[in-house]
């Protein structure tokens, strides 16, 4: 009887460690899950594999906001894309970034026999929404694209009224 109860213990300590480890990455990842859909200059795919399965759809775009006394610092991981490819909204305490993540096909063989049999990168338009931990001043904000970071840094302003600004990306 011992022998049972110590394996139930072991069961439920396992399963308390499960969920709790699925509850962090839920947590840690709800913002950076961003829903891919096909966009004008980027159709979905095409996909020749063994089991038939279709391309995502759905990608984490990770990141990181850094905040000081002076500024806001946000960092995305959009590898692949093109600093024209991005369309930057700051508004009040939120953050909006567009994109479209263009597909390029590999060419394939002359005999016409090239195929992809994994693909686990999504592609098309997304828009991911940021809120950020203080209000902003919209025309002080500046944004880069390098090495597949789009990096944002916006400055703190005192609470005052609500302004909505466009963000070239250099």
Known sequence: MRILEELKQDVEELWDSATEGWRRLRH????ALTRFRPGAKSPAPEVRNDFN???PGWALLAGDVFEDSKKIVVRLEVPGMEKDDFAIEA???????????????????????????????????FSRTIPLPARILPD??????RNGVLKIELTKAEPSTTRKVQIKVS
């Open 28 to 31: 840690q990842a709800a913002g």
């Open 53 to 55: 399965l279709p391309p």
């Open 140 to 145: 002080q904000a500046n944004a880069a694209y």
């Open 91 to 125: 508004r009040d305490d939120t953050l909006i970034v567009r994109g479209e993540k263009h597909f390029e096909s590999e060419s394939e063989s002359e005999a016409g026999d090239g195929r992809y049999r994994v693909l686990q990168c999504a592609y098309g338009s």
